[in-house]
């Protein structure tokens, strides 16, 4: 069944069938239109955009439950529970490298026909060629070919074929009496028919196996140049002859009786830097640079052999690599420093959750405790890299469990209860409103990185009708928010907070939010309650700015993990990003 994904309104889809060696179960025309493979590694990138800020929005949100029960509460009270991982874990960023693959399957005919070359039953001499494509009217059938003549191929004798359905229905006589050896006529389901020289005898047969469920595939081991049964495949006008073609300006040779994976081993093992091979279950050639991050390039050019075009690279984009990668998503099983933790239960407050490490990352498990409703809340600190979980409630206590998993442990995080710790600073409210400058600057900061970086990401040209419209809806969020706070320029190109932060929606380089630290600090220090404002909007505080922007970026995840395939209840992918 095709899995149809949809962004703001705008449809594609994913087709997943069955495979035989190189054949793909098809799906209806209007919902095989494949997806861009840059498109799917951009939405994965969007995608872990959006849990990095959803992240810095929730340690906002966190602080500011605080602060707000400080600000008016007694001068002794309770902090909330809190478990914090005892040292950094080691969840070191690695690099990917850029490829370069098919930007569609190299034959993308939905539906195919076999054997080309088929074998006649009888005395017959004449080897039948089929080609064209199958236009689906027998659907999927068995036909059979029935010589109704003795004759010679190529001559004046009278010479019909007769085909029949899979059911001895007669579809059409085919004349060939006076049509050269070798030369194709067309029949009424699109399939051509050569007859080779030789003869054909009376009620000799042969038959061919159609289908329209089941679309064609190139083979790449055929040679470009072979006929019948060692025909490769290729889409109907699509071929590859004698000539060479450029990768990363290294001239790549091609004969006309090699095969694809002959090109693809003479590839990788040229001085182009990179390593080259045939993706079955995707039809697609990939290309793999060998030196990793975003500075490596791959291109392909100057092709006077059809190799290109043919194989659905002529006109790809490269997808860059990443200079660091995040493990902090990657399936914990690959994650050598949680290597601890194992498929299995652990507990918060006696309630069971589960991990499965092959499936799972760390990011998963902890937006997992988040959506459990267990009284706590689960986060890593990309700085520090140490996990920590707090109550929601200050009075609240929570007891955490191994089970059968090991995940606390491994994390550095002690099993056990946890209850609250009393706090004793005695500032009065106005002091305490923001009890720790420092923190709300570093708060603010690591939201400018992760608001910034939605804005910025290494996204592709063709990502814009899917990524643009997700970063207006932010830009809505963040407008309605300061015309809750009464802001007049609240739709103009620049919004200047007067604390230090200015939203610029049409800086070049496509940033959105600037801070001035040491305004900021300043005005940190004097006018605490109006930045306090700002940010929740005291009145209303699903209405402030943070509130505002939280409330969209879950919608939003909630939609790109719905397109990615993303089990919500789980956090768990059950698609691939390709």
Not at 57 to 65: F, K, T
Not at 128 to 155: I, W
Not at 341 to 360: C, K, M, P, Y
Request: no cysteine; net charge negative.
């Amino acid at each position: 069944m095709p899995s149809v994904l949809s962004i703001d309104g705008s449809g594609f889809s994913s087709r997943v069938g069955q495979r035989g060696s190189y054949s793909v179960q098809s799906v209806d025309p209007a919902a095989r239109a494949q997806v861009d493979l840059q498109v799917r590694r951009d939405l994965g990138i969007f995608d872990d955009t959006l849990r990095t800020l959803r992240r810095d929005l929730e340690a906002l949100a966190r602080g500011s439950e605080l602060r707000d029960r400080l600000k008016v509460g007694k001068a002794q009270s309770a902090a909330p529970a809190q478990a914090v991982s005892s040292s950094s874990l080691t969840l070191d960023a690695y690099a990917t490298f850029t490829t370069f693959r098919s930007n569609d399957e190299v034959n993308t005919t939905p539906t195919s026909f076999t054997p080309f070359g088929p074998t006649v039953t009888g005395l017959s001499t004449t080897l039948p060629t089929l080609g064209g494509v199958y236009d689906g009217d027998q659907g999927d059938d068995v036909l059979t070919f029935e010589f109704q003549n003795n004759a010679v191929v190529g001559t004046s004798d009278k010479n019909k074929v007769r085909v029949l359905d899979g059911a001895g229905n007669k579809i059409e006589d085919v004349d060939f009496k006076n049509v050269a050896a070798g030369a194709p006529i067309t029949l009424s389901n699109g399939l051509t028919l050569a007859l080779g020289a030789g003869l054909t005898v009376k009620d000799d047969t042969f038959q061919v196996s159609v289908s329209s469920s089941i679309g064609s595939a190139v083979d790449p081991t055929k040679p470009f140049d072979g006929t019948r049964n060692d025909s490769p495949n290729f889409e109907i006008g699509l071929g590859v002859t004698a000539g060479s073609f450029e990768v990363n300006g290294v001239s790549i040779a091609v004969g006309a009786s090699e095969t694809i994976d002959d090109i693809v081993t003479r590839i990788s093992a040229s001085a182009a830097g990179v390593d080259a091979s045939f993706d079955l279950a995707s039809e697609r050639v990939v290309l793999t640079q060998r030196t990793s991050g975003s500075g490596a390039h791959i291109s392909v050019g100057n092709d006077s052999s059809g190799f290109l075009s043919a194989t659905k690279l002529a006109g790809a984009s490269e997808v860059l690599g990443q200079d660091g990668v995040d493990p902090t998503y990657d399936p914990i099983s690959t994650v050598a420093s949680l290597s601890g933790i194992s498929t299995g239960q652990f507990s918060i407050n006696g309630t069971s959750l589960s991990v499965d490490v092959d499936v799972d990352s760390l990011g998963d498990v902890l937006d997992r405790i988040n959506a459990s409703g267990l009284g706590v809340t689960a986060t890593l600190d990309p700085g520090t890299k140490k996990v920590s979980i707090v109550a929601s409630s200050p009075s609240a206590p929570f007891t955490l469990d191994d089970g059968t998993s090991g995940l606390f442990s491994t994390l550095q995080i002690t099993p056990k209860l946890y209850d609250a710790s009393e706090d004793e600073k005695g500032l009065s409210s106005q002091e305490r409103l923001f009890a720790n400058e420092k923190n709300v600057r570093e708060d603010l900061f690591a939201l400018r990185r992760s608001l910034n970086a939605i804005f910025t990401g290494p996204y592709g040209n063709a990502s814009a009708g899917q990524i643009d419209p997700l970063r207006s809806r932010l830009v809505d969020a963040i407008r309605t928010a300061f015309e809750n706070l009464g802001e007049e320029d609240a739709q103009e190109s620049r919004i200047d907070t007067g604390f230090g932060l200015v939203f610029d929606f049409e800086r070049r380089d496509g940033s959105l939010l600037e801070i001035d630290g040491t305004k900021l600090a300043k005005q940190l220090e004097g006018s605490a309650p109006e930045i306090w404002e700002l940010l929740f909007l005291e009145e209303d505080e699903d209405m402030g700015l943070v509130p505002s922007l939280l409330d969209r970026v879950e919608s939003l995840q909630a939609q790109v993990g719905v397109s990615l395939g993303l089990d919500t209840s789980r956090g768990s992918l059950i698609d691939v990003r390709a």
